[in-house]
């Protein structure tokens, strides 16, 4: 059964910091890039971050640049998102996406809020 889990969201002042990871399990994590999206109250899904499968290239949307890095680690199945200099604007679900090929899997996204 292919399962992807988000954790780490929650509640952090602006300026603060979160650790995103996303558990894999069910398929060849290895093989799939790795992606990050984001949905904001009232807004579309927004494309955050890209990683390569072996973990070599990584993407970034430009509202997030120098704040956020993406990271994986194949032998623990695992997709992390470290988030420094939180903002109001980043506010918002944030699931883990894998891709290869045709397939595509989703996890069920993880809650995070930053507000004083």
């Known amino acids: 059964q292919v399962q992807l889990v988000e954790s780490g969201g929650g509640l952090v002042q602006p300026g603060g910091s979160l650790r995103l990871s996303c558990a894999a399990s069910g398929f060849t994590f290895s093989r799939y890039s790795m992606y990050w999206l984001r949905q904001a109250p009232g807004k579309g899904l927004e494309w955050v971050s890209r990683?390569?499968?072996?973990?070599?290239?990584?993407y970034y949307v430009a509202s997030v640049k120098g704040r956020i890095t993406i990271s994986r680690d194949n032998a623990k199945n695992t997709l992390y998102l470290q988030m420094n200099s939180l903002k109001s604007e980043d506010t918002a679900v944030y699931y883990c996406?894998?891709?290869?090929?045709?397939?595509?899997?989703w996890g069920q996204g993880t809650q995070v809020t930053v507000s004083s």
């Open positions: 990683i390569s499968t072996g973990g070599g290239r990584t």
């Open positions: 996406n894998a891709v290869y090929g045709g397939l595509a899997y």
